[in-house]
Nanobody, 116 residues
């Protein structure tokens, strides 16, 4: 049974930091590109960050570049998203995604709220 379980969301003040984790099971994690998406209320889901299967290559949305860092541990089957200098506009549900040749797996999401 495929599972992606996110954790680490919560309420943080502007300028603060949060670290999200996503633990994968039920598939060969190291064969999949991993992504973090987010969806704010009333908006479409957007791609935030991507990491290659080996972890050697990463890409970011322009809105988070320089503030967010994606990483992965292929031994622990876990992908991370370190979020620094958070802004109110980063408020959203954050989803972990695994992708490979058209196959997509999704986590249930974790809420991140940036507010004073």
């Amino acid at each position: 049974q495929v599972q992606l379980v996110e954790s680490g969301g919560g309420l943080v003040q502007p300028g603060g930091s949060l670290s999200l984790s996503c633990v994968a099971s039920g598939f060969t994690f190291s064969n999949y590109v991993m992504n973090w998406y987010r969806q704010a209320p009333g908006k479409e889901r957007e791609l935030v960050a991507t990491i290659s299967r080996s972890g050697g290559s990463t890409t970011y949305a322009s809105s988070v570049k320089g503030r967010f860092t994606i990483s992965r541990d292929n031994v622990k089957n876990t992908v991370y998203l370190q979020m620094n200098s958070l802004k109110p506009e980063d408020t959203a549900v954050y989803y972990c995604n695994a992708g490979r040749f058209g196959t997509q797996y999704w986590g249930q999401g974790t809420q991140v709220t940036v507010s004073s």
